[in-house]
């Protein structure tokens, strides 16, 4: 049967590819000094849904809350099959915290379900790479009143509204049976995610919000001006919605800065250095000497 | 950033955009306006939300499809390149199995919706042209050799478009493009190889129900485990030689049987198949009699090119391997790429890569031009409109062109890789001959390549009459006329000059005995792609000016001229001294 999914994404700093001056003096993170990606696991929570839309049949619609960039990774979603992209963007949002974050998630979750039905499963991923705080996932799930299931690997079973799911867990997995509707956080380790499709990604290209149309312009000025292109792609299903805290109804002391009771009180500066290389000889001696100094340090045994 | 074979190849992508398709792309999508005349077709829906807007559209189009197969490419398919030759294909009770990485590969294809991208957009396909696909063809085979027989037979897609009824194609190709299915080219037998106009396999006409139906044996057919096979065989019974011949469908089913697949030297993930088939259901494609001289050629062009394009890829993973161990590898205190023997090696490499590609390039947009004139003109006829003299002119040209151009693709390519994958292994020394590094794959995947679709020696004889014809003076005398900047002129004169004793050269052979002609052939095919390739290489440093195409075109010349002019020395000369005493050598 059909289930309709709404799925929770990030866009995070790439932590792979680091520079200096990441991190701000007051322990947040410099966003403008690091390019940003999809957060991994965010892409093993959008395959997931994607999988049961293929084999079910219902509607994958993508969320994200974030600045007017953000609109990169909802152009992703829809490149590898997402039906729908809401991007929530506005000021007032700025700053928030994992609580602040969670309410205005699950206001956004109420408001697609007045416009489009109900919503059968939430998926998010596990944790993002920037915070690692696992917690947006499963306070979203408080807010909005339905069972989480963490660490979700695989989906064993779905029929009607019941749903059995494998949590990968530190020494095994566990089966756990839950009614719909219900959220689930899913790990790294649930699938691979599909690429790109090559049709979609040119069926989708020019999917853009309001906020992106100067830009598209500037590329494409075939178009002449914003109302044509307005109406190229509005033709084409192709404006991506901004929704901002007044369209979700949110009480604006619970949103941003002023809705974030979490502080940063202190940030240290790890930094790793890599002493100078050493020779050990080929000998039984310098090996074992080497293992020593391996095990009293912790590295090994 | 992540690997993408795309966006690491510079050359690559300065050859893509710089593609002159203006003309072939405004034909191919109908004026741009494709979408609005497809409205009872079954993918309408999709292509008027695809076809591109106009020429920069299509080749922002392009880039994004180049770049997901990039991707796919160095995160999906190199990575597991030498497991897919260590495993290979494998056969048992008439099942092939492909390596796991293979079939890996194929699902990371079918997920990306990346295949029948060449298809026109009524059967589901991207309408993308040829010199693209060459593109793609290159970076595959960069990533694994062998994948691409499997990749590259889309040709097989093609050929049916090309030729087969409304109905079967309509049946079969959007099945391509969905990537359900995958093609085989199945025209070799074992006493027809290079001879196909004497090949054996029947196909007979049941005149009560109008079947044809196929019997008899192939062998070498490269992936024949593939789904849909393009099968050329005998319809005219009592027929002899080629005019004998038409081409059809088979679906594979239970009257297709796999008997044994070979056991190669290279390309071990690309099973090579004998295939008998016992009374198997065909459809004719394209006209009786017309199988080799129309549809086989034309899907054997077509095949030449993305195998010349297969050798490139393969050999620029190899000069990437031999640069990458010569910067670190250390002999006599200093790393050995500052040693003038071996950076002269890498240099020579690097310059024949970026010449085949700028001739496999120059072919294709040859190609692409003459096919989007056809349709065009088909178009026309069906509107029952006049004929277009400027265009006939202009398809007349492009196929004159396409007809040299693609046999000497192939043949520079296929040698060219050959010669850098010995080199590749050559900079790495004894370690390039041990199996835990790639040199030594790349040396036995690109050894195919000059063999098949055509021996290299095959190639010499379908470019000759063309090219004695001097058929490409048009470009020659074109590129002659023109200027270029200070740096190039010095060369500029050696090469008008070095241009001057090729056309020398054709006319001796022109004139002479038939033998002199295939005997000699190939030293002219030597002559004619240095002398032609310095010229796009001059080009594409008067296109752009930057300093380091001036100075690849000064290096490829510096290398290539004088060896051009040693074969001219030989040609006109005729020493024809080793034919006649040849049974006695030989004795």
């Given at each position: 049967m059909p289930y309709k999914s709404v799925v929770l994404v990030k866009q995070v700093p790439d932590t792979k590819n680091i520079s200096g001056d990441v991190m701000t003096p007051e322990g947040t993170i410099n966003r403008t000094a690091l390019p940003t990606v999809f957060n991994p696991e965010d892409l093993n929570a959008l395959e997931m849904a994607l999988q049961v839309r293929d084999r079910e049949g219902g509607e994958v619609i993508v969320l994200t809350m974030g600045p007017p960039a953000a609109a990169d990774i909802l152009r992703d979603s829809l490149f590898r099959g997402a039906d729908r992209v809401i991007l929530l963007s506005d000021r007032r949002f700025a700053g928030a915290d994992t609580l602040a974050t969670s309410y205005a998630l699950a206001c956004a979750i109420r408001t697609l379900e007045r416009s489009f039905g109900p919503v059968d499963l939430v998926f998010a991923g596990r944790q993002a790479i920037d915070g690692d705080t696992a917690q947006v996932g499963p306070q979203t799930a408080e807010k909005l009143g339905i069972p989480q299931i963490t660490y979700a690997e695989a989906i064993v079973k779905l029929e009607g509204p019941s749903i059995v799911v494998q949590r990968a867990l530190d020494h095994g997995t566990e089966l756990v049976k839950c009614s719909l509707p219900c959220l689930l956080t899913v790990v790294g380790s649930a699938n691979e995610p599909r690429p790109a499709s090559v049709r979609r990604r040119i069926e989708y290209k020019l999917a853009a919000t309001k906020l992106e149309y100067k830009g598209l312009l500037a590329k494409w000025p075939a178009f002449g001006g914003e109302e044509a292109l307005d109406a190229y792609l509005v033709e084409r299903g192709l404006g991506i919605a901004v929704w901002s805290a007044a369209d979700i109804g949110a009480e604006e002391e619970k949103l941003g800065l002023a809705g974030s009771p979490t502080q940063v009180y202190k940030v240290n500066f790890v930094v790793l250095e890599s002493a100078d290389s050493r020779e050990i000889q080929p000998t039984p001696e310098g090996i074992a000497s080497l293992v020593q100094e391996l095990v009293r340090e912790y590295i090994v045994g | 950033m992540a690997d993408n074979f795309y966006l690491d190849n510079p050359d690559l992508r300065f050859r893509v955009e710089k593609a002159d398709l203006g003309f072939v792309v405004g034909l191919k999508e109908r004026g741009y306006s494709y979408a609005a005349t497809l409205e009872n077709a079954p993918s309408a829906r999709n292509a008027s939300r695809f076809a591109p807007r106009d020429f920069a559209d299509?080749?922002?189009?392009?880039?994004?499809?180049?770049?997901?197969?990039?991707?796919?490419?160095?995160?999906?398919?190199?990575?597991?390149?030498?497991?897919?030759?260590?495993?290979?294909?494998?056969?048992?009770?008439?099942?092939?199995?492909?390596?796991?990485?293979?079939?890996?590969?194929?699902?990371?294809?079918?997920?990306?919706?990346?295949?029948?991208?060449?298809?026109?957009?009524?059967?589901?396909?991207?309408?993308?042209?040829?010199?693209?696909?060459?593109?793609?063809?290159?970076?595959?085979?960069?990533?694994?050799?062998?994948?691409?027989?499997?990749?590259?037979?889309?040709?097989?897609?093609?050929?049916?478009?090309?030729?087969?009824?409304?109905?079967?194609?309509?049946?079969?190709?959007?099945?391509?493009?969905?990537?359900?299915?995958?093609?085989?080219?199945?025209?070799?037998?074992?006493?027809?190889?290079?001879?196909?106009?004497?090949?054996?396999?029947?196909?007979?006409?049941?005149?009560?129900?109008?079947?044809?139906?196929?019997?008899?044996?192939?062998?070498?057919?490269?992936?024949?485990?593939?789904?849909?096979?393009?099968?050329?065989?005998?319809?005219?019974?009592?027929?002899?030689?080629?005019?004998?011949?038409?081409?059809?469908?088979?679906?594979?089913?239970?009257?297709?049987?796999?008997?044994?697949?070979?056991?190669?030297?290279?390309?071990?993930?690309?099973?090579?198949?004998?295939?008998?088939?016992?009374?198997?259901?065909?459809?004719?494609?394209?006209?009786?009699?017309?199988?080799?001289?129309?549809?086989?050629?034309?899907?054997?062009?077509?095949?030449?090119?993305?195998?010349?394009?297969?050798?490139?890829?393969?050999?620029?993973?190899?000069?990437?391997?031999?640069?990458?161990?010569?910067?670190?590898?250390?002999?006599?205190?200093?790393?050995?790429?500052?040693?003038?023997?071996?950076?002269?090696?890498?240099?020579?490499?690097?310059?024949?890569?970026?010449?085949?590609?700028?001739?496999?390039?120059?072919?294709?947009?040859?190609?692409?031009?003459?096919?989007?004139?056809?349709?065009?003109?088909?178009?026309?006829e069906k509107a029952g409109a006049p004929s277009d003299p400027v265009l006939i002119a202009r398809k007349k040209q492009a196929s004159n062109l396409a007809d040299i151009l693609t046999p000497l693709s192939k043949y520079y390519a296929t040698e060219m890789g050959n010669r850098v994958c010995y080199k590749g292994m050559q900079v790495h020394g004894g370690v390039g001959y041990m199996r835990e590094f790639n040199a030594e794959r790349h040396y036995r995947d690109v050894r195919i390549t000059n063999i098949y679709e055509g021996t290299s020696q095959l190639q010499v004889v379908a470019a000759m009459g063309k090219m004695l014809g001097r058929g490409l003076d048009v470009l020659l005398d074109a590129w002659m006329a023109a200027s270029v900047p200070e740096e190039l002129a010095a060369l500029k004169i050696r090469l008008v000059a070095t241009t001057g004793l090729f056309q020398k050269c054709c006319d001796a052979l022109h004139g002479a005995e038939r033998d002199a002609v295939e005997y000699f052939g190939a030293d002219l095919m030597d002559m004619a792609a240095a002398v032609f390739n310095t010229w796009l290489l001059v080009r594409d440093a008067c296109v752009v000016g930057e300093a380091r195409k001036i100075e690849m075109a000064l290096a490829y010349a510096a290398e290539q001229l004088p060896k051009a002019e040693g074969s001219a020395a030989a040609i006109l000369l005729l020493d024809m001294s080793a034919i006649s005493a040849k049974d006695r050598i030989l004795a």
């Open positions: - | 299509a080749q922002d189009n392009w880039r994004l499809v180049l770049e997901i197969l990039g991707e796919i490419c160095a995160s999906v398919i190199a990575p597991r390149a030498a497991e897919a030759d260590e495993e290979g294909a494998s056969y048992e009770n008439g099942v092939v199995t492909y390596a796991k990485a293979t079939q890996a590969a194929i699902e990371a294809f079918r997920k990306s919706e990346i295949l029948g991208c060449m298809l026109p957009w009524e059967y589901g396909g991207l309408n993308l042209p040829e010199t693209v696909y060459q593109a793609m063809i290159e970076m595959v085979s960069r990533a694994e050799g062998g994948l691409m027989t499997i990749f590259g037979l889309q040709e097989i897609a093609s050929t049916i478009n090309e030729f087969a009824d409304e109905a079967t194609k309509a049946s079969y190709l959007p099945r391509f493009s969905r990537g359900e299915v995958f093609g085989a080219m199945v025209l070799t037998e074992p006493d027809a190889g290079s001879d196909l106009g004497s090949v054996q396999c029947r196909a007979s006409l049941d005149e009560a129900t109008g079947k044809w139906r196929v019997n008899g044996v192939k062998r070498f057919i490269t992936n024949g485990n593939a789904d849909i096979h393009l099968v050329l065989a005998r319809s005219e019974e009592g027929s002899k030689d080629a005019r004998g011949l038409s081409m059809f469908l088979v679906e594979r089913d239970e009257t297709v049987r796999i008997r044994r697949i070979e056991n190669k030297l290279g390309i071990h993930s690309s099973p090579t198949c004998e295939i008998q088939y016992t009374d198997s259901p065909a459809i004719l494609v394209g006209k009786r009699r017309f199988g080799l001289m129309r549809c086989a050629m034309a899907l054997m062009n077509g095949a030449r090119l993305a195998v010349a394009a297969q050798a490139v890829g393969i050999a620029e993973a190899s000069f990437r391997e031999a640069l990458r161990y010569a910067g670190e590898r250390s002999q006599f205190g200093k790393s050995i790429v500052s040693l003038p023997a071996v950076s002269r090696m890498l240099v020579s490499m690097k310059g024949e890569i970026e010449a085949a590609r700028a001739l496999i390039f120059e072919t294709s947009v040859w190609v692409d031009t003459l096919k989007a004139c056809e349709q065009k003109q088909e178009e026309l």
